[in-house]
């Protein structure tokens, strides 16, 4: 047998050996909205990339910056290659654990830039923490003896069609990934040769162009605004 799955982009990929240029975002939000949140054992229909959209509005209402945002929006994205396994066994899978926990590095390496600081990984972990408790009230009638955390944001676990939670998916990734790559381009642009400024410049452009085409309802603003700034380095 291969050692290695086909992605939805028809790339084939070892998850036991992950090659970052093969990670596309395409293929994770395609992926994570056709899988479904409590390995099935739910109400209705309710995927994993509903829950990571969640998380990231979530951290957006608590006043994260873009790169939380992002890692939220990202947590789960190693299921797209490994699958979703359910917490309590997962606890008995230490090898699985250890894989699951080198591909999401490469993964946030590749998106991010580096891997999340022992803080993120605190904050990521209790807004996880938090949605998982409403994911059971609502999707399992599953009781808890914890106090019900506080959200930001509104709860929708009506039915949604794959095909909308994966454009939402896009449209969110790619309007903070061009807030996070800006980010870190504004912090090294003294530094930078026109060159690769100018290869970073296309890439932001392409990000907010691309959340605009989606809809993101700041990413017409975002890209207007972006190109109106580096206009000579997108000449």
């Not at 590749?110 to 998982?132: A, C, R």
């Amino acid at each position: 047998m291969s050692d290695y799955i086909t992605t939805y982009g028809g790339l084939h990929f070892d998850p036991q050996s992950p090659e970052p240029e093969k990670i596309q975002i395409t293929d994770i939000a395609h992926a994570l909205s056709l899988i479904c949140r409590g390995n099935g054992h739910v109400k209705t229909f309710f995927s994993v990339g509903q829950h990571c959209i969640n998380c990231a509005c979530e951290a957006e209402a608590r006043g994260y910056g873009n790169r939380l945002i992002l890692a939220c929006l990202l947590h789960d994205a190693s299921e797209c290659y490994m699958s979703d396994v359910p917490r309590p066994f997962k606890k008995t899978l230490p090898e699985y654990r250890k894989q699951e926990e080198h591909l999401l590095d490469v993964i946030y390496q590749w998106f991010l830039g580096s891997t999340l600081s022992d803080e993120e990984q605190m904050l990521l972990k209790k807004i996880d923490d938090d949605l998982l408790y409403y994911d059971l009230k609502e999707l399992l009638n599953e009781p808890s003896e914890r106090e019900a955390p506080k959200l930001h944001i509104s709860l929708n676990y009506e039915f949604c069609p794959f095909e909308d939670v994966e454009r939402r998916y896009l449209q969110l990734y790619y309007y903070y990934q061009g807030n996070v790559s800006l980010e870190m381009l504004s912090g090294k642009m003294k530094i930078l040769s026109r060159h690769v400024i100018r290869k970073q410049a296309r890439f932001i452009a392409d990000c907010y162009r691309k959340a605009e085409e989606l809809g993101h309802p700041e990413g017409m603003r975002k890209h207007a605004a972006f190109e109106e700034k580096f206009a000579e380095f997108l000449a």
